[in-house]
């Protein structure tokens, strides 16, 4: 699994474990709860493994695993992590004809995404470039 998958959770949250959207989303990694607890975590009254890092960190790596192998492709699963999976293995049937593929049908599919999945992936690309070479960006 590419280290750079870290910068998903920057481009989420900005690492703020407290971090939490208008979609239930919360934590470093921004997990809804139906996808915290299908990958393992604890949300109750007085529990939300989501705000530990550490946890959410195997939890959301593993769900990026399971997606990378889905769809083939780590943009295809950086897409699918942000719109959903079942979104993007739609799209991906209409426009290619099957679920998996390469990062260059994430290129093929994205006008079909939402707005903000749309930004997501550059989004991501340009944060893992600056972050490799900070001074070429002016960093």
Known sequence: MPEELLYLAMIES??????????????????VPDTAR????????????????????????????????????????????????????RIMTEVTGKESGTDEDYFRIWDQLPGETRDFVPVMIAAIRIARDPSRYDF
């Open 38 to 89: 299908r990958w393992g975590l604890t949300i109750d009254e007085t529990v939300d493994e989501r705000t530990d890092a550490a946890k959410a960190t195997d939890a959301a790596l593993s769900y990026l695993s399971y997606l990378h192998n889905r769809f083939g492709s780590w943009y295809l699963a950086a897409a699918a992590y942000n719109t959903g999976e079942n979104r993007v293995a």
């Open 14 to 31: 900005g690492f703020n474990p407290e971090a939490h959207s208008a979609a239930e989303a919360r934590g470093i990694w921004q997990l």
